[in-house]
């Protein structure tokens, strides 16, 4: 009896061991990861004056508290950048604090939880976050129950007693096999990698997710301009041909000319074509909105049908800092790669290391059904294996410089990521000035041409001018109509891309969850990570 417990306790002491040193083994040997500073201007390049605090993008982006690092990482993942002390970084914004408009609102709610392209994000994340869950569990003995039963006649050239006989064995037990003890990291420095690439999943599905809000809301507001052109290409045919009547009945009397009763023809079947062309560029407008939401477009979605009933984006308070770029969901998204590279150095240098790996079952054997779970039918194996490297003819290190190259390219993809958002940004707000300025002309050009309209029909219907002075005065006053609108659709599009290019808009309140899948991971599978996965979106660690 006292033996059995000693073979008992072997066993168990063997798989308590493995468990262990699984938990306990935290080293890995990835460099420790720094945040690169990319060069750039220290200052929002728009061509104004922006509100104190909007520059310094370049220390930002080497300074500012990793907000995507997670908590409790290990030295390869530590960020050694601002002092704990530091501003941290801001959350992503909820894009309701910035779309004001209910409509506009509403369209996007539809297509958040409509839109195939977000679907498939969604999808994509609960792929990484599995792939993710597969390489954690290689931190943990996998332990299988196996039963097998094996029967076989010996002939009698074999047997010792010179007749042949049949024999039985039948084996019953749990055990694992082949587990690596990660005494260098290289598992978990796969897992690490594995994690990270989960967050930029999660960063590029957010991506996404701000894309559509800001691709809804331009097809709003293109819908909305192009119905307020189809309704002004109407009015247009009405005056032509209302114009036009006039003419002939001015023919008829002998007071103008053949040639102007051509004219003013022309001019109402150019406004018959233009109608046409505007009722359909409405209908395409509705398809493309209707495709982005997923479902197809009802009257009551879209009621305005002049830009004036859109309620603008919200402005863009002062002071908003270039620290924003760095929670930009494609910002995050590289920065998440680029430490999935860094892990992926630590794997691979951990090839130059031993490698050792346990095999342990305990379970009961007997060459009888009936005798194998009684007393003495007990058996256990232990078998641990050291796998050391001596000549892999440079594979390994070959290894190890792939690894630092892959590195290297995801730091220029990193911080061509941040160049690329610091320049939208400032073409944005660049854009954004011009186009105050351009309409505030146009408005003014307006009013210009509508004066110049009104004179030049009066001029012509008392005698003194052509009808062809009064052409050009109407053809500059409806380009000019259509300019004013194109101008208003411009500068509300310029607010949907800065609302995009400052990574969600310019406050502080945290996002709304992209799925509820996506809320489970911190919870779930990936539970000793929650914090990690938390701080994809920029919160706190807990």
Known sequence: MRRKTGMNGVALSAA????????VGGCTLAPEYRRPAPAMPSAWNAGQDVAPGAGQVAQVAAQAPDATAPAGSSGAFAHSGAPTGAQPAMQTPDWRQVVVDAPMARLVDVALSSNRDLRVAVLQIEKAR??????????FPHIDASGAGNAGRTAQSLSPTGEGYVSHAYTVGVGFSAYELDLFGRVRSLKEQALERFLSTDAAARSVQLTLVAEVGQA??????????????????ETEQASFEVVQSRY???IAGELDVARARTTVDTARVNVAAAEAKVTADENALALLLGTPVTP??????????????ADVPAGVPSEVLTRRPDVVAAEHTLKAANANIGAARAQFFPRIGLTASYGNAS?????????????????PQVTLPIFHAGAIRAGVETAEADRDIYVAQYEKAVQTAFREVSDTLAQGRSLAVQTGAQTSLVEATATSYSLASKRYESGIAGYLDKLDAQRSYAVARQNLIAMHLARQNNRLTLFKALGGGWRGEPMPPLAPSVQETAGGQVSSDASAVASADGSPSK
């Open 252 to 254: 008829g009397h002998g």
């Open 300 to 313: 009551d979605m879209v009621p305005a049908c002049r830009l004036a009933d859109v309620m603008p984006l």
């Open 130 to 139: 599995a792939q993710h869950a597969i390489a954690r569990a290689d931190l």
């Open 367 to 383: 060459n009888d059904m009936e005798n194998l779970f009684r007393a003495g039918a007990h058996t256990w194996s232990f078998v």
């Open 16 to 23: 308590a061991l493995a468990l262990t040193l699984s938990v």
């Open 220 to 237: 709003y507001l293109t819908l909305v301009a192009d119905r307020e052109q189809l309704a002004l290409a109407r009015e247009i045919l």
